[in-house]
């Protein structure tokens, strides 16, 4: 009698790309985004909620690339091992992003003195009202040197990449950038890219900075998401590569789109 032989093969994750559209706090909106790495032949499996897996890796360095009509490229070198590795990466929207006709925006195009476009260039904009607080420390004591932050009252989806201005309470006003690395309680606690500069005390208010890039023409898009504020006030700052930024104070109108026209850096 012949034997019949089942053989089972078992894929082993080696790497998951978790993206997020930094935007909406929700999976990319781009159905024709495209995950790969360099010189590498397959694809991963993607699934709605922007993950996507590699499986059976050799152990070595890879190159992800993601390109997309609606975010910008994204490059990273991933190390992978024996293990599964995971890399959480938010996405920034180009200009032509499709926003909503209601989304608050300020645009502008940048160039240098010679009329030059600033390309690549980091893009932020930083809101300092306390009308704009998205959360506060919800623990009596954060020390100088924390890693990780309990936040309460979080109004805003917060996750990987998300920055913050961390402000202190009391007479002397105590402030730092702060931007998340990952999540360890949903909404309630994270760590942080960098150690606290300063301790904190419970009610140290967190105000959101906005992050984006310049494109290759010098284009900038700043988008705001929807805020009980009719006006506030935002300090736009561009960074070139090995530069002092420049600042810029806007006041942003909900709502409405505010074109800077063009910016020209000195």
Do not use: H
Not at 155 to 180: H, M, N, Q, Y
């Amino acid at each position: 009698m012949e034997q019949l032989r089942i053989v089972r093969m078992k894929s082993r994750v080696s790497l998951v790309v978790l993206l997020r559209d930094s935007f909406l706090a929700a999976p990319p909106s781009d159905r024709k985004l495209e995950v790969r790495l360099a010189n590498y032949p397959r694809r991963p499996v993607g699934k709605p909620d922007g993950t996507y897996i590699f499986n059976d890796l050799e152990p070595g360095e890879y190159e992800l690339e993601i390109d997309s009509s609606y975010y910008f490229r994204e490059t990273r070198l991933i190390s992978v091992g024996t293990g599964n590795v995971i890399v959480q990466l938010p996405l920034l929207p180009l200009p032509s992003y499709p926003y909503r006709p209601s989304v608050t925006l300020i645009r502008a195009m940048v160039t240098d003195a010679s009329g030059n476009p600033v390309r690549g260039a980091l893009v932020t904009a930083a809101l300092s009202s306390e009308e704009c607080v998205v959360g506060r420390l919800a623990e009596e004591q954060t020390p100088e040197g924390a890693a990780e932050i309990a936040v309460s009252g979080l109004s805003v989806p917060a996750g990987c990449g998300d920055t913050f201005v961390l402000v202190g309470r009391g007479a002397k006003e105590t402030r730092e950038t702060v931007r998340i690395l990952d999540t360890i309680e949903y909404q309630k606690r994270f760590r942080l890219e960098r150690p606290l500069e300063a301790a904190y005390s419970r009610g140290s208010m967190l105000l959101p900075v906005y992050r984006t890039r310049t494109t290759e023409r010098g284009e900038i898009a700043v988008a705001f998401p929807g805020s009980a504020v009719e006006a506030y006030p935002a300090s736009l700052s561009v960074r070139a590569q090995d530069g002092e930024p420049a600042v810029m104070d806007v006041t942003v109108r909900q709502g409405v789109t505010v074109s800077l026209g063009t910016w020209v850096l000195k």
